[in-house]
């Protein structure tokens, strides 16, 4: 089983409202990663969560707040954002085997499709 | 830093035609490289990687990539093409000890009746 769930599939909010994106993984996976997607562009990285512990942040605004409260679950708390920020936001989980021989593949999410109003 | 490039933002095949997706990466060290799919408003699906165990690596959907180190490439093929292999195909590049995935700009394929 390789599935990433990802909840909502959309979402509308205005740019005063304060929303939540949510991500669930059960293959055991250790790493989990936060990425938007414009469109006809590639994903772009925002976050890195290893082991629960945030081990990258992609320099991402404030208004974007991930919070990874197990192994299984992340969460991406919006707040304040803007019409630009309207995009695919993908989740993706990976192995996170600690060895260098591994390719640590990482496992999308069907993603969320945000339109900031 | 590494990167990846994919010659050819859209490739146009007739149905029942050879399909090739091209990628290249810029790395001395051979990277982990991938292949995934994305259909409309849908998430990104693995359709295979390279791993070093083996040059030709067989994926999903009769798509099959090849690593040449001579030529820092990973092309994608697919003997012949069906109506529902049109979608955005990424290249993808990890470096050995690195979390980042590093994403090509993307191909659309269109499969033409």
């Known amino acids: 089983d390789t599935e990433v769930t990802q909840t909502p599939k959309h979402l509308v909010m205005g740019m005063t409202n304060k929303k939540s994106l949510k991500c669930e993984q059960h293959?055991?996976?250790?790493?989990m990663y936060w990425y938007k997607q414009k469109a006809k562009k590639p994903p772009e990285l925002m976050f890195v969560?290893?082991?629960?512990?945030?081990?990258i942040n992609e320099s991402v605004p404030s208004r974007f707040s991930p919070e990874c409260p197990n192994s299984s679950l992340l969460n991406l708390h919006l707040h304040a954002l803007q019409p630009e920020d309207s995009a695919l936001y993908l989740c993706?989980?990976?192995?996170?085997?600690?060895?260098?021989?591994?390719?640590?593949?990482?496992?999308f999410g069907p993603g969320t499709r945000l339109t900031v109003l | 830093a590494q990167s990846v490039t994919q010659l050819g933002s859209h490739v146009s095949v007739s149905e029942g035609a050879l399909v090739l997706l091209r990628c290249n990466y810029s790395?001395?060290?051979?990277?982990?490289l991938f292949w995934y799919v994305q259909y409309p408003n849908q998430g990104l699906q693995l359709l295979l990687k390279?791993?070093?165990?083996?040059?030709l690596v067989k994926g999903i959907n009769g798509f099959e990539a090849e690593f040449k180190k001579s030529e820092t490439s990973f092309h994608l093929t697919k003997p012949s093409a069906h109506m529902s292999d049109a979608a955005e195909y990424f290249c993808?590049?990890?470096?050995?000890?690195?979390?980042?995935?590093?994403f090509g700009t993307g191909t659309r394929l269109t499969i033409i009746p």
């Open positions: 993808a590049v990890r470096n050995i000890g690195n979390e980042k995935l590093t």
């Open positions: 390279y791993t070093s165990a083996a040059t």
């Open positions: 969560y290893s082991y629960e512990k945030l081990s």
């Open positions: 790395s001395s060290v051979p990277p982990y």
């Open positions: 993706a989980s990976s192995q996170m085997v600690p060895t260098a021989y591994s390719t640590d593949t990482q496992y």
């Open positions: 293959m055991g996976h250790r790493a």
